[in-house]
């Protein structure tokens, strides 16, 4: 690692112009995932850290139709919110099931949204072929060993990084939005549209622009959502990140799903919004066949390499747990 300039700004509009002003420059939050990539992968090499830790980004506010999150309030803080406990199981759930409590106790919401993903290779800088990572190098991750955390949806030739975020998922399916302070002020992006599959541009992840920083999170609170669960399997029960995770909300009236939301982790180079199962289960009798439908449709096109062949059945298998768990049990 090389000398790098620090610098902590007191408010928001000076932190993005120093950011703007240097290409080589990048913001330092939590630093759980990025302090990691400085100092003990060298994957990051930046000439300039703009600790945006004093920034007054931090905070949770609700009405009745939304929850805003600032982007600096942490894992556990969420976590312990009223709202979110009696609104949002399924967030609340994914943030627990997230990390350790001293991980979550320091990381933050908007650094969650951008953490990176595990992916060995990427963070290995003695193999030379990540795309992610040097762009047109190829993907060690295709023919390497130990795929089986890696991505089926979303991934192809160039990357099958995935997106190891818990929390992300449930906010996917509740239509979350990023608010966003950049050069031309403050925006809002659906978090549906904030994340770029790799296509050919792996080392692509978001649309987020140089010298933009997330400033909160807003989260609907959907009546569907008090009906929820978020579902995570992984290799043992303490902190470990998820093979499949499913985060699933239902309105069900009179034995018809009127409303389904889903979310997929652990399987998606991006966290996943599960559309196809949406669509299979909205207007649906709320049974185990509709819900194993939904799951088959949802998977019918994975992409796998030796090492992530188990993950399509695991996945159908899992949404259809957690559709029943949602419904009450068993159908």
């Given at each position: 690692m090389r000398a790098f300039e620090y610098l902590r700004p007191g408010d928001v509009d000076t932190a993005v112009t120093l950011v703007r002003a240097d290409p080589a420059a990048q913001y330092l939050a939590g630093g759980t995932t990025q302090v990691d990539l400085m100092l003990k992968d060298g994957i990051l090499d930046p000439e300039r850290v703009v600790d945006i830790t004093r920034l007054p980004l931090r905070g949770i506010t609700a009405d009745?139709?939304?929850?805003?999150?600032?982007?600096?309030?942490?894992?556990?803080?969420l976590a312990a919110d009223p709202t979110v406990a009696r609104r949002l199981p399924l967030v609340r759930t994914a943030l627990l099931a997230g990390a350790s409590t001293q991980l979550r106790n320091m990381s933050t919401i908007g650094g969650n949204l951008l953490q990176r993903t595990r992916c060995r290779y990427f963070r290995d800088p003695t193999v030379p072929d990540c795309n992610k990572r040097a762009p047109g190098s190829g993907c060690a991750a295709i023919t390497g060993a130990g795929a089986r955390m890696h991505a089926i949806l979303g991934a192809g030739e160039n990357c099958i990084a995935l997106h190891a975020s818990d929390l992300c998922v449930p906010l996917v399916a509740l239509d979350a939005v990023v608010r966003v302070r950049g050069g031309d002020g403050e925006?809002?992006?659906?978090?549906t549209e904030f994340y770029v599959l790799p296509g050919d541009r792996p080392d692509v992840e978001t649309?987020?622009?140089?010298?933009?920083?997330?400033?909160?999170?807003?989260?609907?609170?959907?009546?569907?959502?008090?009906?929820?669960?978020?579902?995570k399997i992984r290799?043992?029960?303490?902190?470990?990140?998820?093979?499949v995770s499913v985060a699933a909300a239902l309105t069900i009236e009179d034995g018809v799903v009127t409303e389904a939301r889903m979310g997929l982790g652990g399987v998606g180079t991006i966290?996943?919004?599960?559309?196809?199962?949406?669509q299979v289960l909205t207007g649906g009798p709320a049974t185990v066949e509709t819900y194993r439908a939904a799951a088959v449709t949802e998977l019918r096109d994975p992409f796998t390499v030796p090492g992530t062949g188990f993950k399509p059945e695991l996945a159908r298998r899992t949404i259809v747990r957690a559709l029943e768990t949602v419904a009450g049990g068993p159908t």
């Open positions: 009745e139709r939304t929850l805003r999150v600032g982007a600096l309030t942490t894992m556990e803080e925006r809002a992006i659906p978090l649309v987020l622009r140089h010298g933009d920083l997330i400033t909160a999170v807003e989260v609907p609170l959907l009546p569907a959502a008090a009906r929820s669960v978020y579902l290799d043992r029960a303490s902190y470990e990140f998820a093979l966290p996943w919004r599960a559309r196809a199962a949406e």
